[in-house]
Antibody
């Protein structure tokens, strides 16, 4: 059974850093493009970042470009999101999601990041 | 990377049909047949309803259907049920591996 389990969320001060992780199981991790999607409290879904199968290609939403870095370790079946220079508007539930057929059937349960002083 | 435009809310009575529009540009919705739709109940993880504009994953009722014309995609829910009351989001590929979501639509069953 496919499982995606995020961890690493918490409370951080503005300007601080946080590293999220997503542990994948139940499928061949290296065969899938992986994404991070977030949702601010009471707001809509926002695509954040994507990484290709081997990690050679990475793309980011304009809102996080230059501050967030997505990475993956196919030997450990993990997906990471390093978040630096955090702002209040980065407060959200962060989901990792597995892409297939240009969409996301499998999502993690999400991890909450709160940026507040 | 501007969000796709959806109506803030739509409503209908049980058994009726409702249609949610999703308007983008030629750089996203109009440029690719990679539109997907998600249903999200409060506090829950989004659920994939439609992918590649018109395709339904296994287990999704055929009451949910998708279409696209030009820069606008649409999701139609037929035979509206109380359980369909939720938020709905469209999403489109915008080139390479990049995606953009819609602003979201709240469906209310009267």
């Amino acid at each position: 059974q496919v499982q995606l389990v995020e961890s690493g969320g918490g409370v951080v001060q503005p300007g601080g850093s946080l590293r999220l992780s997503c542990a994948a199981s139940g499928f061949t991790f290296s065969d899938f493009v992986m994404h991070w999607v977030r949702q601010a409290p009471g707001k809509g879904l926002e695509w954040v970042a994507v990484i290709s199968y081997a990690g050679s290609e990475r793309y980011y939403a304009d809102s996080v470009k230059g501050r967030f870095t997505i990475s993956r370790d196919n030997s450990k079946n993990t997906l990471d999101l390093q978040m630096n220079s955090l702002r209040a508007e980065d407060t959200a539930v962060y989901y990792c999601a597995r892409e297939a057929s240009n969409s996301w059937y499998w999502w993690g349960q999400g991890t909450l990041v709160t940026v507040s002083s | 990377q501007s969000a796709l435009t959806q109506p803030r809310s739509v409503s209908g009575s049980p058994g009726q049909s409702v249609t949610i529009s999703c308007t983008g540009t030629s750089s996203d919705v109009g440029g690719y047949n990679y539109v997907s739709w998600y249903q999200q109940h409060p506090g829950k993880v989004p659920k994939l309803l439609i992918y590649d504009v018109t395709k339904r994953p296994s287990g999704v009722p055929d009451r949910f259907s998708g279409s696209k014309s030009g820069n606008t995609a649409s999701l139609t829910i037929s035979g509206l049920q109380a359980a369909d009351e939720a938020d709905y989001y469209c999403c489109s590929n915008a080139g390479s591996y990049i995606y953009v979501f819609g602003t979201g639509t709240k469906v209310t069953v009267l």
